[in-house]
């Protein structure tokens, strides 16, 4: 009998508990409205949450409101910029509490049809504290939050929050702190880390100034201005420019308001930073105007860059593919009259202008309608990839002479013309030779670019046609000076030679591009792109078996040839594109793995790259894959993350924004000695990537 | 050559069918909830006070209803365009949701739009109505509701509109 007792004990103690439990299950399910959704607007829910953390002497409860936003849907931050309108909860038949204070995560920066606004997307919590009036008796949070959202339309939509409960029975739910945390870890709060901060209104220019210092180094700071009541709402501070020296930052902004004249002189305003990982929030009062002067970022110089990477662009591993269209331009320059030169090397010139106008003016569209932009994106496009294929063959088949057996002599005529030696072949030949160039990206190109894609239109604009004349200028050169062409090789046999190896070079690049197709398309579609023009060349073939008689042995032992060097130059250029065997353990790119790394004392090697980007397939093989380098990173100690931007992400661009960059390759080494990351340069070298590594650890 | 034409004029259509088949098929959406036909019974007053009655003033020829908020970054698009065509048919526009009436009158001076306002403040009318989202213009005659766009509508989308009602 006396075994029994402790036996029946264990089993009430069991039994209690879970009953216990079960009912801490039933307070946590009290305590939220459960997702809500409005049946006229579906891709929105929301839900209202009771943490049941409870600060009994300041009668405080914790809550907070869920909004999931699908696809493009925006809602906004407390003061949304030039459009939008932050979402509102009106407690009016609510009973039992005093107020309920918002906490309002940093937002991120939108841009569509050239409107700026500041908000949220996707999922987002915005915290909440409840102050009850009595804390012994029941509170009944009714409310009617009114969200509006917008894509290119906006909708507002109304949500009736619902929740009664005990404020001393609430018992906290450790899924909803943890979620309440998330939300609460994004709000900007007052740090000591941040210190005199001082603000200037200039009346006259309506600008605004700010300096202040950080305890930290600045990184990338993004500031954010605004201000509370019913006119200080309404205006618009526009992105502040900045200027970082160390520790001390100085900032000016324009402020506009349609409300007549704006004084912001004596006004208290809000100053939110948000700094890589650290997020702050400051207020001021403005004063008088502040002796600072922030460099309206030089573009003079960055045009300079820009004619400087366009003209390295002539000589990165790009230009390999387009050496033939180049060269022959060059040799069958020989012997021609001054004039003739003259308009053959403008007109390719002007092809090159031509196509990084038709670059900008892409990246324009993109970036009016709020898209991801960056350097040589046209390459996540399956349609662009397939069009380039079949130019680059058809340009490979021409220098071959394949058309001239096989073609109708009117289509024969027609290529002939295009591929040739008139002003509208030279103009197409320098269209083609940027549009193949733009997967590589060359030292200072990437400074130019990252400046015009950040700026305004027209900027973008200038400088891209920077970069056309940088990449024009050895053409323009000759064009000027048409005697220089007399130094060219001269034509002669050995040019038929070159000639064939310039369009099995091209016929290269057609495989290669068809090779990233298949990151779009399977295999079997591809092999029957390729075989769809050789049965074609077979049928022509065949029907001049019964026409010129003496052609068919040339032309057998032609295709006899090319059968088995479209798949030998199919194997290298496959081969060649995918350098070396990469053993190396790649882990995906992700923030938090870095923080993860860096915190526990590994060194992260980080490769942002693309299968089209072919520096990058260059860096690859020149440097990763080689030692010291290669057996430098297989060291226990490093963590390797890869960034694919071979197909658009969004998630990559911002990575790449958030480091200035617009374009890949794009490769940092974070340590412990270096948390915020080295960055290095478009073309690595070993020296480069070993002492960063060193550095960093 | 011909052939290449014809398929590029195939490309196209099936483009321009694809858009039209998914801007009507969001009109749809948004507007499931819009009274068919006539008009809700409502009587309205603008900015400065002046009552309007909608259905004698659509009696014999098309006018429109303009919602929009001062907030709306595509309104921004749509409002000059819609204050242009103020000068050739009667407009009355509903500002939702977008502040005072005297916030409302400073917007309007600013911009210098002349436009007809009711301060929808509390979304009201525009529930009534069946409105969600902005900007939305319809066009009206003879107390009955004719056609409905939301989103972006350029100056000779709305003329063509309006010659399709005449």
């Known amino acids: 009998m006396r075994t029994v007792i402790p036996f029946r004990r264990t089993w009430l103690l069991i039994i209690a508990s879970l009953v216990l439990s079960l009912s801490l299950c039933i307070h946590a399910q009290d305590v939220t409205t459960g997702w809500l959704t409005n049946p006229n607007h579906p891709p929105v829910k929301v839900r209202f949450i009771l943490t049941g953390q409870v600060d009994k002497e300041n009668r405080e409860v914790e809550g907070f409101l869920e909004v999931k936003l699908e696809n493009d849907w925006k809602t906004y931050w407390r003061s949304p910029g030039e459009a939008g309108i932050s979402p509102e909860i009106d407690w009016g038949k609510s009973?039992?509490?005093?107020?309920?204070?918002?906490?309002?995560?940093?937002?991120?920066?939108?841009?569509?049809?050239?409107?700026?606004t500041l908000g949220y997307k996707g999922n987002v919590i915005f915290p909440m504290t409840i102050k009850v009036k009595n804390y012994d008796r029941p509170v009944d949070l009714h409310g009617k939050l009114t969200l509006s959202t917008c894509t290119t339309v906006c909708v507002l939509t109304d949500y009736q929050i619902k929740l009664s409960f005990d404020t001393s029975k609430l018992i906290p739910s450790v899924e909803a702190i943890h979620l309440y945390n998330l939300g609460y870890s994004q709000v900007p709060k007052a740090s000591s880390d941040i210190s005199d901060v001082r603000m200037g209104w200039n009346s006259d220019t309506e600008t605004l100034s700010l300096t202040m210092t950080r305890n930290n180094k600045w990184i990338n700071p993004v500031i954010l201005i605004d201000g509370e009541g019913e006119v200080l709402s309404d205006i618009v501070?526009?992105?502040p420019k900045l200027h970082i020296d160390g520790n001390k930052l100085n900032a000016t902004l324009s402020a506009t308001s349609w409300i007549s004249t704006l004084d912001l002189l004596g006004k208290q305003l809000q100053i939110t930073i948000i700094d890589h990982n650290f997020i702050a929030e400051q207020s001021a009062i403005v004063g008088s105007p502040l002796p600072i002067q922030v460099e309206h970022g030089s573009i003079g110089r960055m045009i300079l860059f820009a004619i400087v990477g366009g003209l390295i662009l002539n000589i990165m591993p790009c230009v390999l593919p387009v050496l033939g269209m180049k060269l022959r331009t060059v040799i069958f320059a020989q012997g021609l009259e001054k004039r003739q030169i003259r308009l053959q090397f403008l007109a390719s010139a002007a092809g090159i202008f031509t196509s990084f106008w038709l670059i900008a003016l892409f990246l324009t569209v993109l970036k009016v309608t709020g898209s991801a932009i960056g350097w040589g994106i046209q390459?996540?496009?399956?349609?662009?990839?397939?069009?380039?294929?079949?130019?680059?063959?058809?340009?490979g088949a021409n220098m071959l002479g394949i058309f001239e057996i096989f073609l109708p002599t009117k289509a024969n005529t027609w290529l002939a013309t295009r591929g040739d030696n008139s002003y509208s072949g030279n103009f197409l030949q320098g269209m083609f030779a940027t549009l193949l160039a733009t997967p590589c990206s060359a030292p200072f190109l990437g400074t130019a670019v990252a400046f015009a894609l950040a700026t305004n239109i027209p900027t973008l604009f200038a400088i891209f046609t920077a970069l056309g004349f940088g990449m024009a200028l050895p053409w323009l050169t000759i064009s000027f000076i048409p005697r220089l062409a007399n130094a060219l090789p001269k034509p002669g046999p050995w040019m038929n030679k070159v000639k064939l190896l310039f369009g099995l070079m091209m016929l290269?690049?057609?495989?290669?591009?068809?090779?990233?197709?298949?990151?779009?398309?399977?295999v079997y579609v591809i092999l029957s792109i390729i075989l769809i023009p050789i049965i074609f060349a077979i049928y022509r073939m065949k029907l001049s078996i019964f026409g010129k008689k003496n052609k068919l042995q040339n032309n057998v032992c032609l295709l006899l040839l090319l059968v088995p060097a479209l798949v030998i130059i199919a194997t290298i250029t496959v081969n060649l594109s995918k350098p070396l065997r990469d053993d190396l353990h790649w882990e995906p790119l992700s923030l938090k793995r870095i923080n993860e790394a860096v915190t526990t004392g590994k060194t992260v090697f980080v490769d942002v790259t693309a299968d089209w980007c072919i520096t990058c397939s260059a860096n690859k093989a020149r440097v990763i894959l080689q030692e010291p380098v290669y057996s430098s990173l297989k060291q226990p100690?490093?963590?390797?993350?890869?960034?694919?931007?071979t197909k658009p992400s969004d998630k990559i661009t911002a990575y790449l924004q958030s480091h200035d960059r617009y374009g890949v390759p794009f490769n940092i080494v974070y340590g412990p000695e270096a948390p915020i990351g080295i960055p290095l340069p478009t073309i690595l070298s070993d020296e480069v990537v070993m002492s960063a590594l060193k550095k960093s650890q | 050559m011909r052939t290449k034409r014809l398929s590029w004029f195939k490309e196209i259509s099936i483009i321009v069918m694809i858009f039209i088949v998914s801007s009507v098929s969001l009109d749809w959406w948004h507007f499931r909830n819009m009274p068919q036909g006539a008009l809700p019974e409502i009587s309205i007053k603008t900015l400065s006070g002046q009552e309007v009655d909608l259905k004698a003033m659509s009696e014999d020829k098309p006018i429109i209803i303009y919602f929009w908020a001062t907030?709306?970054?595509?309104?921004?698009?749509?409002?000059?365009?819609?204050?242009?065509?103020?000068?050739?048919?009667?407009?009355?526009?509903?500002?939702?949701?977008?502040?005072?009436?005297?916030?409302?009158?400073?917007?309007?001076?600013?911009?210098?739009?002349?436009?007809?306002?009711?301060?929808?403040?509390?979304?009201?009318i525009s529930k009534l109505w069946g409105i969600s989202a902005t900007p939305t213009v319809l066009i009206i005659k003879g107390g009955e509701i004719q056609s409905a766009t939301v989103g972006f509508i350029t100056p000779l989308g709305l003329l063509a509109r309006l010659w399709l009602t005449k």
């Open chain 1, 95 to 116: 009973n039992n509490i005093d107020n309920v204070k918002w906490h309002w995560p940093s937002p991120d920066r939108f841009s569509i049809l050239g409107i700026e």
């Open chain 1, 637 to 645: 100690n490093i963590v390797l993350l890869r960034g694919d931007w």
């Open chain 1, 237 to 239: 501070f526009s992105k």
């Open chain 1, 508 to 522: 290269a690049t057609s495989v290669w591009l068809l090779f990233l197709l298949t990151n779009y398309l399977p």
């Open chain 1, 379 to 395: 390459f996540q496009s399956p349609y662009f990839i397939g069009f380039m294929a079949l130019i680059t063959m058809l340009f």
């Open chain 2, 71 to 124: 907030w709306c970054s595509t309104c921004k698009l749509v409002t000059p365009t819609i204050n242009w065509i103020d000068n050739s048919y009667e407009v009355a526009s509903i500002a939702i949701n977008s502040g005072s009436d005297k916030r409302m009158k400073a917007y309007l001076t600013a911009h210098d739009y002349q436009l007809k306002t009711v301060n929808d403040n509390k979304g009201h």
